[in-house]
């Protein structure tokens, strides 16, 4: 067995414990912290499989941003916790159990019968990569071979945003989400904010931009930005927009709708829907990447602050 | 000459690993939430450094140094900052147990 | 044993277990977290077959991470979707269940609302 090898197996292992821990420990708190160290470890493994693009969202939106919702979440029902109801029957257990282990069972001899030799797409997205003028075959798959998912996934991204808002209650129709944060201006987290925040605008942008060639693109650069947003707003250094505003829900739609524009323009103008004339496809897809980025960092924000809480009276820092 | 960058390279990540070890047993082990602060930053930021240190002599361009050595402070930022904050939590929460 | 095999083994026991917290923990919250674990499982085995038809010059093949990456975004915003749900519930209804049999305490809303 080489090094490798065994160092894989032990972060394979290590995953699972993490994975049992985060299922079976009693508190809601300490499964949510269990969860944000199983999304950290899960990065490592994409890197194993060679997945770097994968990694990198997955450490940004599965161990970073999902965490933060989590803990919010964990913390705002702790006073809930004492009246959970009772564990659920052993029959009901054990049954569950059987299932997990067939499907586990059937999984796992899946993973061991794959055919040989492995069908790949590779060899397909290298030979077409001139069409777009990008090196990085992820971003040309999500940008042009396969534009459609990433399309209707910002679409989805819209509809999960007017889902959180529409459970705001009447008196806050429209107003800001989450919580106010009041933090001490002069305090450790504001200046964290205040030096960390220029840097990791920078991080994001570079981490988009250079996704055109590397690791990298609009989802990471997206969650990336947010998570900075997220930082000034929980430093108390700025606030989160009334969701009634109109320049927000512009740049909220603005990932899919320029999307779906360039699309229809290849339907009238080109071969089919969303096809890019070869001349121009580097310039079109940067476009919609931009807008991309923009929707994707704020929609993330907006998720994580959750359904508007307070009504949209002006901000005094 | 590459054997020397190796070398150096395989030191000063083991090192690395051992205050990540060390710090990892101070979190498991120590009684209270300030003790357990202690072992982690204080190992953690070590560990990080001399894992940095010695990945620099791999670094193709000074680019990626440059890179490498910005990883490691920022994460000394978040590391000390994020700490402060914990410990200050705990004082006010008066969970120091 | 190759990355192939033991990563494969791997996600397909955290779906299981995954699955297993979906069905057997009581708390809401605790379902979402477990229903998170079943679908980091499903994206690490979209990995494994994505690693398989690797070919020379690229590790990995790109239209399975691509879809992973979506999906990872897609998960994240019905994460949120779910807790914006939950805290809403919670918000009205007292602890959030649902055991439908549970009794109700109604709480005075905070919003007024």
Same mark, same amino acid.
């Given at each position: 067995?080489?090094?490798a090898?065994?160092?894989?197996?032990m972060?394979?292992?290590?995953?699972?414990?993490?994975?049992?821990?985060?299922?079976?420990v009693?508190?809601?708190?300490?499964?949510?912290?269990?969860?944000?160290?199983?999304?950290?470890?899960?990065?490592?493994?994409?890197?194993?499989?060679?997945?770097?693009? /994968?990694?990198? %969202?997955?450490?940004?939106?599965?161990?970073?941003?999902?965490?933060?919702?989590?803990?919010? #979440?964990?913390?705002?029902?702790?006073?809930?916790?004492?009246?959970a109801?009772?564990?659920?029957?052993?029959?009901?257990?054990?049954?569950?159990?059987?299932?997990?282990?067939? *499907?586990?069972?059937?999984?796992?001899?899946?993973?061991?019968?794959?055919?040989?030799?492995?069908?790949?797409l590779?060899?397909?997205?290298?030979?077409?990569?001139?069409?777009?003028?990008?090196?990085?075959?992820?971003?040309?798959?999500?940008?042009?071979?396969?534009?459609?998912?990433?399309?209707?996934e910002?679409?989805?991204?819209?509809?999960?945003?007017?889902?959180v808002?529409?459970?705001?209650?009447d008196?806050?129709?429209?107003?800001? +989400?989450?919580?106010?944060?009041?933090?001490?201006?002069?305090? /450790?987290?504001?200046?964290?904010?205040?030096?960390?925040?220029?840097?990791?605008?920078?991080?994001?942008?570079?981490?988009?931009? *250079?996704?055109?060639?590397?690791?990298?693109?609009a989802?990471?650069?997206?969650?990336?930005?947010?998570?900075?947003?997220?930082?000034?707003?929980?430093?108390?250094?700025?606030?989160?927009?009334?969701?009634?505003?109109?320049?927000?829900?512009?740049?909220?739609?603005?990932?899919?709708?320029?999307?779906?524009?360039?699309?229809?323009?290849?339907?009238?103008?080109?071969?089919?829907?969303?096809?890019?004339?070869?001349?121009?496809?580097?310039?079109?897809?940067?476009?919609?990447?931009?807008?991309?980025?923009?929707?994707?960092? *704020?929609?993330?924000?907006?998720?994580?602050?959750?359904?508007?809480?307070?009504?949209?009276?002006?901000? #005094?820092? | 000459?590459? @054997?020397?960058?190796?070398?150096?390279?395989?030191?000063?990540?083991?090192?690395?690993?051992?205050?990540?070890?060390?710090?990892?047993?101070?979190?498991?082990?120590?009684?209270?939430?300030?003790?357990?602060?202690?072992?982690? %930053?204080?190992?953690?930021?070590?560990?990080?450094?001399?894992?940095? @240190?010695?990945? @620099?002599?791999?670094a193709? $361009?000074?680019?990626?140094?440059?890179?490498?050595?910005?990883?490691?402070?920022?994460?000394?930022?978040?590391?000390?900052?994020? $700490?402060?904050?914990?410990?200050?939590?705990?004082?006010?929460?008066?969970?120091?147990? | 044993?190759?990355?192939? %095999?033991?990563?494969?083994?791997?996600?397909?026991?955290?779906?299981?277990?995954?699955?297993?917290? /979906?069905?057997?923990?009581?708390? +809401?919250?605790?379902?979402?977290?477990?229903?998170?674990? @079943?679908?980091?499982?499903?994206?690490?085995?979209?990995?494994?077959?994505?690693?398989?038809?690797?070919v020379?010059?690229?590790?990995?093949?790109?239209?399975?991470?691509?879809?992973?990456?979506?999906?990872?975004?897609?998960?994240?915003?019905? %994460? #949120?979707?779910?807790?914006?749900?939950?805290?809403?519930?919670?918000?009205?209804?007292?602890?959030?269940?649902?055991?439908?049999?549970?009794?109700?305490?109604?709480?005075?809303?905070?919003?007024?609302?």
């Amino acid at each position: 067995m080489s090094i490798a090898t065994a160092f894989e197996i032990m972060l394979a292992a290590v995953l699972l414990g993490l994975g049992i821990w985060t299922i079976v420990v009693r508190e809601t708190f300490s499964a949510t912290v269990g969860f944000v160290a199983y999304g950290l470890l899960v990065a490592l493994i994409w890197v194993r499989l060679d997945a770097a693009d /994968v990694a990198l %969202t997955e450490a940004a939106i599965g161990g970073g941003l999902s965490g933060v919702l989590l803990l919010g #979440a964990a913390a705002r029902l702790r006073d809930a916790e004492p009246m959970a109801e009772a564990a659920p029957g052993k029959l009901l257990r054990a049954t569950a159990a059987a299932l997990s282990v067939l *499907t586990t069972a059937t999984l796992a001899g899946t993973v061991l019968l794959l055919p040989d030799p492995a069908p790949s797409l590779a060899p397909a997205s290298v030979a077409n990569a001139w069409a777009t003028g990008l090196s990085n075959p992820v971003t040309n798959v999500l940008m042009a071979f396969r534009a459609m998912d990433t399309m209707l996934e910002k679409v989805v991204l819209v509809l999960a945003i007017v889902g959180v808002w529409s459970l705001a209650p009447d008196s806050a129709w429209g107003g800001r +989400p989450g919580p106010r944060h009041r933090a001490d201006p002069y305090g /450790v987290l504001a200046f964290l904010a205040r030096l960390l925040s220029p840097v990791g605008i920078v991080v994001g942008i570079y981490v988009f931009w *250079t996704g055109a060639n590397h690791p990298g693109g609009a989802f990471q650069g997206g969650a990336i930005l947010a998570s900075m947003w997220l930082l000034a707003t929980m430093a108390g250094l700025a606030d989160a927009p009334p969701v009634s505003s109109r320049p927000l829900r512009l740049i909220l739609v603005a990932g899919s709708g320029l999307f779906l524009i360039v699309g229809l323009a290849g339907l009238l103008f080109g071969a089919a829907f969303l096809s890019y004339a070869p001349a121009l496809a580097k310039p079109l897809i940067l476009g919609i990447e931009v807008a991309m980025v923009l929707t994707i960092a *704020t929609t993330l924000g907006l998720l994580l602050s959750g359904a508007p809480e307070r009504s949209a009276e002006p901000w #005094a820092p | 000459m590459s @054997l020397v960058r190796d070398m150096i390279s395989i030191a000063a990540v083991s090192a690395g690993a051992f205050f990540f070890l060390a710090g990892t047993v101070g979190l498991l082990r120590f009684p209270d939430t300030l003790t357990r602060l202690h072992a982690l %930053t204080k190992a953690d930021n070590l560990g990080l450094g001399l894992v940095v @240190l010695g990945l @620099l002599p791999q670094a193709d $361009s000074l680019r990626d140094a440059l890179k490498l050595v910005s990883i490691w402070l920022l994460g000394l930022l978040a590391g000390a900052t994020v $700490s402060q904050l914990i410990a200050r939590a705990a004082r006010q929460g008066g969970s120091i147990r | 044993m190759g990355t192939v %095999t033991v990563f494969g083994l791997c996600a397909a026991a955290v779906v299981g277990l995954g699955l297993y917290g /979906v069905i057997a923990n009581p708390q +809401p919250l605790r379902k979402i977290i477990a229903f998170n674990l @079943l679908g980091s499982g499903v994206f690490l085995l979209f990995g494994v077959i994505g690693r398989r038809g690797a070919v020379a010059g690229i590790g990995s093949d790109p239209v399975p991470q691509a879809l992973v990456i979506t999906g990872v975004v897609v998960a994240f915003s019905a %994460t #949120a979707l779910a807790i914006a749900l939950l805290l809403r519930l919670f918000d009205t209804a007292g602890p959030a269940t649902l055991d439908s049999d549970a009794p109700t305490r109604p709480r005075p809303d905070r919003f007024g609302g």
